[in-house]
């Protein structure tokens, strides 16, 4: 069984902390830490957050395209 420190099993797979998104992330839980009676003051965010997954989604698709199997 492996460990939480040892690396990924596959290449694809990464950890929040090595995204682009893990300010917008970490911002997030901070808000739920202060807010966690009231969620809806953190969409603000929440958005964020969203948004840049969104775009690190499109970027990563983007270079999947581009890329061959037969190369």
């Known amino acids: 069984?492996?460990?939480?420190?040892?690396?990924p099993?596959?290449?694809s797979a990464s950890r929040i902390s090595d995204s682009p998104c893990f300010p917008q992330?970490?911002?997030s839980l901070k808000c739920l830490e202060?807010?966690?009676?009231?969620?809806s003051k953190c969409q603000q965010?929440?958005?964020v957050y969203?948004?840049?997954?969104?775009k690190e989604?499109?970027?990563r698709l983007e270079r999947?395209?581009?890329r061959s199997l037969f190369s």
């Open 1 to 7: 069984m492996a460990s939480k420190d040892s690396t």
């Open 9 to 11: 099993s596959y290449a």
């Open 25 to 27: 992330y970490t911002a």
């Open 34 to 39: 202060e807010f966690s009676s009231d969620k």
């Open 45 to 47: 965010q929440f958005d």
């Open 50 to 54: 969203k948004e840049c997954k969104k």
């Open 57 to 59: 989604r499109e970027a």
């Open 64 to 66: 999947n395209k581009s």
